[in-house]
């Protein structure tokens, strides 16, 4: 069964905190996506990336950064932590002319 | 500006009975559109994809439509059983784009 793994269902993190929200993809997908969830919002997308070592801004990059150094992970990156970046963050994969994407069961980030 | 308007907002059924959910859009050029299933706290979960020459396709118990030249899709859900509870959600990709635009949910609750 193919799969989207985030490493983290709930995170609880200071303000300031460095957080690292980890996402691997076992289907050897070209592209790799961050959204963020929040209600009356819908998705927004943060980051995405086509390739390796590759990074593209979506809606919402403000607050954070992201890094792919393998084609199987991609890592977002709060470099300090505030609580308006409360929210359900979901990692998505896909390959480069699919119509599917595939979601991960998403990470409830909290932020105190 | 690309948007995906879904309606309504939210929806409270009997176990057994059916519905329809219904969604817009102004995507242009239009490439796919799918739709979702999210239960709360998980992440989304495709039923459907549909490209531009589909004007139906269904998954067990939902059957979705599309009519690409009034852009609008419908979800219709038969029999529906109290699993059915979720968040449903519309999704628009556009030709020659990673990035997908993201409806805000239909909220479904089914009651026995």
């Known amino acids: 069964d193919v799969k989207v793994t985030q490493s983290s269902r709930y995170l609880v993190k200071r303000t300031g905190e460095k957080v690292f929200l980890e996402c691997v993809q076992d289907?050897?997908?070209?592209?790799m996506f961050w959204y963020r969830q929040d209600p009356g919002l819908g998705l927004r997308l943060i980051y995405f990336?086509?390739?390796?070592?590759?990074?593209e801004k979506g809606d919402i990059p403000e607050g954070y950064s992201v890094s792919r150094e393998k084609k199987e992970r991609f890592s977002l990156i709060l470099e300090s932590a505030s609580t308006n970046q409360t929210s359900m963050y979901l990692c998505a994969s896909n390959n480069r002319g699919a119509h599917g994407y595939t979601f991960g069961s998403g990470t409830r980030l909290t932020v105190v | 500006k690309n948007q995906v308007e879904q309606s309504p907002q939210s929806l409270i059924i009997l176990e057994g009975k059916n519905c329809t959910l219904q969604?817009?859009?102004?995507?242009?050029?239009?490439?796919?559109l799918r739709w979702y299933k999210q239960d709360t706290g998980r992440g989304p979960v495709s039923l459907t994809i549909m490209t531009f020459s589909e004007n139906t396709k269904s998954n067990g118990r939902y059957t979705a439509t599309l009519d690409a030249d009034t852009k609008q899709s419908s979800l219709h859900i038969t029999a529906s059983q109290l699993s059915d509870s979720a968040s449903y959600i519309c999704?628009?990709?556009?030709?020659?784009?990673?990035?997908?635009?993201f409806g805000k949910g239909t909220k479904l609750s089914v009651i026995p």
């Open positions: 289907m050897d997908h070209e592209n």
């Open positions: 999704v628009v990709k556009g030709a020659g784009s990673y990035q997908l635009t």
């Open positions: 990336s086509y390739d390796v070592k590759m990074k």
């Open positions: 969604c817009n859009y102004t995507v242009s050029p239009f490439s796919n």
